[in-house]
């Protein structure tokens, strides 16, 4: 067994893996946009079918969206052209701090995978009194 084979071989898979996933990444397109209580990230998937898709949260703060497109395969057709991508695509956006995991959906309608991440309400405020050489004042508190 040629070790230094083995060690080169082992070292250029991350590099390998970043190259794909930088590929994958750079073919999916697409919108964030921020609405009243939520996060919602749009991207174009016409032909995907939802069972190959998946939608994920890695590290408690960054969504992954991932999956694979496939052409339908015919004996009978010769192309003239592709065009449209196929294969795998992936995307992964960072959450804001105040994104609820437990408040994710993700619904394929029309070609467009639309995930929303709801957003936790901010916190309450609170008025505590404090009391300053016998006299109080009013201060006010986020909780």
Do not use: H
Request: proline residues 7%; glycine residues 6%.
């Amino acid at each position: 067994m040629d070790f230094s084979k083995e060690v080169e071989k082992v070292a250029s898979a991350p590099a390998r893996a970043y190259v794909r996933d930088r590929r994958a990444m750079a073919s999916t397109p697409a919108d964030v946009k921020e609405v009243p209580g939520a996060l919602v990230f749009e991207i174009d998937m016409p032909g995907a079918k939802s069972g190959k898709m998946k939608v994920q949260v890695e590290d408690d703060n960054t969504l992954v969206i991932s999956g694979r497109r496939r052409r339908a395969r015919s004996k009978e057709a010769k192309y003239q052209r592709m065009e449209r991508q196929m294969g795998k695509f992936m995307r992964k956006f960072p959450l804001p701090e105040d994104a609820d995991l437990d408040a994710i959906t993700a619904a394929l309608q029309d070609g467009v995978l639309a995930v929303r991440v709801g957003k936790k309400p901010p916190p309450e405020t609170k008025t505590i009194e404090v009391k300053v050489g016998g006299t109080s004042r009013l201060k006010t508190t986020p909780v």
